[in-house]
Structures are given as C-alpha cells and as structure tokens.
C-alpha cells in the first residue's frame, strides 16, 4: 500500500489535470455530463456550469471532438466508451463510434532514425526505397510504405516519439478516476470501473510493442492458412522490432467502398457473406478475433479475398464464454426468449434469486424488434443497449471480457450494413453457428468432454495414491516420516494396483463414450 503522502500528490497531480481537461471539455460544450457524475459536490457543479458555453452539434459530437483534442489517449478512451452505451447512452455511444484515430503525422526524418535505431542498421540497407509520406497517422503509430532490399512491397508501422510516457501518465489518471467513482459510488460497481479501465489499460500496453502486434498477426494469419477467403499479411520479423513492425503490404478496395467493388466486378452480398464468415470463424471456431475491425481495416482483393491490416487490438473469449454466445446470440435469432434468459442464468451472469421468467420476458422485449426485419432497422448498438438497461433490474454484472467482442460485432454491422442494407449479416452466421454448437455442445462432443475429463483424472490418480499412502503411514500411530523417505514414496513408480485401477478407468471411460455413441 502507498503511504499517504504519495496518495496525496497523485490525487493533486490528477486534480490539477482535471481542471485542464475541464477547460478544453468546457470549451467543447462537453459537460453535459457534469449533474451525472456520482458523488461530485454541489459546488463542483456549479464552477463547471460557469464553464458552459454554446456550441453547435449533438452532445455525443461534441464530447467527441474534445476527446479528439485532448489526445491520443483521450481517442482511445472514446473509442472505448462507444462500446458502453450502459455507461454513456446509445446516441453518445454512437456518435463516438464514429471518433476517427488521427494525428498529423511525426517527421519523416524521426520515423527513419527510429528504423535504423530499433533494427540496428541505416535504413538504406533494409529497404530498396522508403515514403516520407506515411499512409495513415494515427494516435499511437504511422505507417510508411517500403520496397525492402530483396523487392518486396511492404508497410512499416512506426511508434510515435514519447508515446509510452504520455499513455502512462494517462491510464494512471483513469484508473484514479475509477478508483474514486467506485467507492463514492458504490452503484456503479456491478459495471466494474476498475476493471474495464484495466481491460482498456492492458490493450494499450499490447499495442505499445509491435512485436506483440506482429505475434497477432502471425496467429490470425496460421488460423486462417487454408482458407482462400480471409487473408492474412505476413509479418517481416527481420525488419520488426518493439517499435518497429514491418509487414507485407496490402493491396485491394476498402470494403466499405461500395461502387469501387461493384466497378472491380465484386458482388456486395458475396462480400457480406465472407464477412459473416470470418467474423463466426474467428470468435467461435478460435476464440481470437480482429477487435478494430473498421472499414479502414479491411480491404478486399482483386481475386474477392478479404486482407486485414492493423493487429493493434485482437481480443481472445475462452470456450464457455463462446458456448455462451452462441447459444444467446442462437436464441435471439429464433425467438427462443426462455433460452436466452436460462444461457444467463447457467454463465453466473444473473443470481440465481433472480425470476427466470421475469428475465426471459425482459429478453423478448429485446429480441422482439429483431425477427424478420432488415438490417437496416436492425442495431445491434440499440439491442445491447436495452440489454444493458436491464442488467440494474437483474443485478448483472459487467462482463470485461466481452467489450471489445461488443465494439467488434458494433463496427461489423455498419460495414455490413453499407454493403447490403437488406441483408441480416447475423442470420447470415446463425447455420455456422448452429452447425459449431452440435459440434461443440452436441452428444458426441459431451461424451468427448467426458472422456478427456476422465482421462486427466486417470492420469493424476497414481500421484494421489502415493500421496494417500503417505498420509496414512504418517497419521498412523503417530508416525513422522523423514523428508526424503516422504520424496522416495511420491516418486516411486505405481504398483500393479495403481496400473490395474488407472486401466479400469480408461475402459470405463471408453465403455462410456461407446456407448452413448451407439444410441
């Protein structure tokens, strides 16, 4: 635990920053939050209303526009709220889903000293040719492109100069922030401040080593080795370091420029369909997925493949999480309400005191609007939205783990939206999705489970028969073993019984799956 002396200069240095940040939210006409904030003295109030000023645009637009002007790390934390329309509202939610990651680009001759001092040699030995004018600037890298010494086309991503030391300073201020709401605001901690600042925190140190980012890269692009549909760049590990990434360049039409694929001779609803495909594929069939997938990320080729760039932000779900969803995401598209509401109370993610039916109603409410109706009337912002809006009522948790799989599925619908506004994208996935869960949820594959469990247990009981043995000589009559005499025991190799009894489980486990197979 700090002593109280630090405490005290960390909340003066976070105070004094605030009042920074308070002016240029002022002068943006973005505390229209300010009556909301849990806990803040009457007197606090009122010196940010003198601040007030009129400015044109919706409150989500301009919250958005300070956020942009107070930095990189301020952009990300907008990017980050859009998926918490629980916290913000769905109309500031959505108008921050729309923060573009900009900033005028660093110096050119900054980006080639990084190269040549992160890979360890002049740049002209490591590429034929080098762009001073980078492609994209972002809020934490740049990127140029590069023809390497042996021809080949590629992008190098590059990190801002001092970023690490601007996002430090920042998350420290966040996590204070969250500190303060949580325990004035004792409310608030079924949405779990501290740990979604954590989650976003965690994020942004991945992407502040692009070597972790090329690691992503490399991973997405071995899932998806035999799959002609979903291409993945190589990464260039001679040429990538921790603020280096040189990757294959990507050539091929945003997917969301709809006339330039139409005029290349691609099919929008194929496009779609690959997109469907790609989004099951990575969340269900590998738990990994692509957590920053806009527009700009995504190009499709000229043979019709769809090539991911930028790694930055990948997210992982564990399987239960991902039978979860399935069997959700399956019983909204359905119409199955009483399912829906049971997969939630089978997850923990609503007590058990908690009315089932009254649950299930409340998910009809939900998922209602949604059957039958085109994309274009469908959000899945809106349906997470009033999802969230019931969780209070039923004492739900925030799940951290599921954000960035909330902001991804966000962002998928508006490019699927902008290719084919008639088309459902999500029941586009449902046969995926019904054919994984009989995979994974089905007879066999609980039988499966069941084996491979048994199989474990089989696999330590020999240890837990010696350690039994050891037990029972030392509680016996008082017996106290030597220590080496305690290690002999545990290390010796199992006796005809111990082979005899692991053998019989194997053949009960095998007698098992066998037969509820022939059922």
């Not at 240095?13 to 973005?30: F, K, S």
């Not at 904030?37 to 007197?43: C, F, M, N, R, T």
């Not at 779900?317 to 009483?338: C, H, K, S, V």
């Not at 474990?456 to 509680?475: G, N």
Request: net charge neutral.
């Amino acid at each position: 635990m700090a002593p109280p002396v630090f405490k005290m200069l960390r909340a003066g240095r976070h105070l004094l920053r605030l009042a920074a940040i308070a002016r240029i939210l002022a002068r943006h006409d973005a505390m229209f939050f300010a009556d909301q904030i849990p806990g803040l003295p009457a007197s606090a109030r009122m010196g940010l209303r003198l601040f007030h000023r009129q400015v044109p645009g919706r409150p989500g637009e301009r919250l958005a526009a300070a956020l942009a002007a107070l930095g990189p790390s301020f952009i990300k934390l907008g990017q980050t709220l859009a998926t918490r329309s629980d916290l913000i509202g769905e109309e500031v939610a959505d108008d921050l889903s729309q923060l573009q990651d900009r900033l005028p680009p660093f110096p050119a001759e900054i980006a080639r000293a990084t190269v040549a001092a992160e890979l360890g040699q002049p740049i002209d030995e490591l590429f034929q040719s080098f762009e001073d004018v980078p492609v994209a600037a972002a809020s934490i890298a740049q990127v140029h492109f590069a023809v390497t010494t042996d021809g080949r086309e590629v992008a190098v991503k590059i990190l801002r100069p001092g970023i690490e030391d601007a996002f430090v300073r920042d998350l420290d201020l966040f996590a204070w922030i969250a500190e303060w709401v949580a325990r004035v605001a004792p409310s608030t901690r079924r949405l779990k401040p501290i740990e979604v600042v954590a989650t976003f925190a965690e994020t942004v140190r991945m992407e502040m080593d692009l070597r972790l980012e090329g690691a992503a890269a490399a991973e997405l692009k071995e899932n998806f080795k035999d799959d002609p549909d979903f291409r993945v760049p190589a990464v260039d590990w001679m040429r990538t370091a921790r603020r280096v990434l040189t990757i294959e360049r990507v050539s091929g039409i945003r997917i969301d420029d709809v006339s330039a694929l139409v005029a290349a001779g691609h099919d929008p609803d194929v496009i779609l369909a690959k997109s469907a495909q790609a989004f099951f594929r990575q969340v269900f069939r590998d738990g990994f997925f692509h957590a920053d997938m806009h527009p700009g990320n995504m190009f499709v080729t000229a043979d019709g493949a769809l090539a991911p760039v930028d790694f930055g932000i990948m997210g992982r779900i564990d399987r239960p999480t991902r039978i979860f969803l399935a069997e959700m995401l399956r019983g909204f598209l359905t119409g199955d309400y009483r399912e829906v509401a049971m997969v939630h109370f089978r997850a923990g993610y609503v007590p058990k005191h908690k009315s089932l039916d009254a649950f299930a109603q409340a998910c009809r409410s939900i998922g209602e609007p949604l059957m039958g109706r085109p994309l274009n009337e469908i959000s899945v912002g809106r349906l997470l939205a009033q999802l969230f809006r019931v969780t209070e009522t039923f004492e739900m948790e925030t799940q951290p783990q599921l954000l960035l799989l909330q902001k991804t599925m966000v962002v998928a619908e508006g490019v699927g939206r902008r290719l084919n506004p008639s088309v459902n994208m999500w029941q586009l996935a449902e046969p995926l999705i019904a054919e994984w869960m009989r995979e994974n949820r089905g007879p066999e594959a609980r039988v499966g489970e069941l084996v491979a469990d048994l199989m474990r247990a089989a696999e330590r009981l020999p240890r837990l028969l010696a350690d039994a043995e050891v037990a029972a000589l030392t509680l016996a009559e008082g017996v106290r073993l030597h220590p080496e005499t305690v290690r002999q025991l545990q290390t010796t190799r199992p006796t005809g019984a111990h082979r005899a009894l692991w053998a019989s489980v194997v053949v009960l486990a095998l007698a098992v799956a066998a037969l509820a197979l022939t059922r």
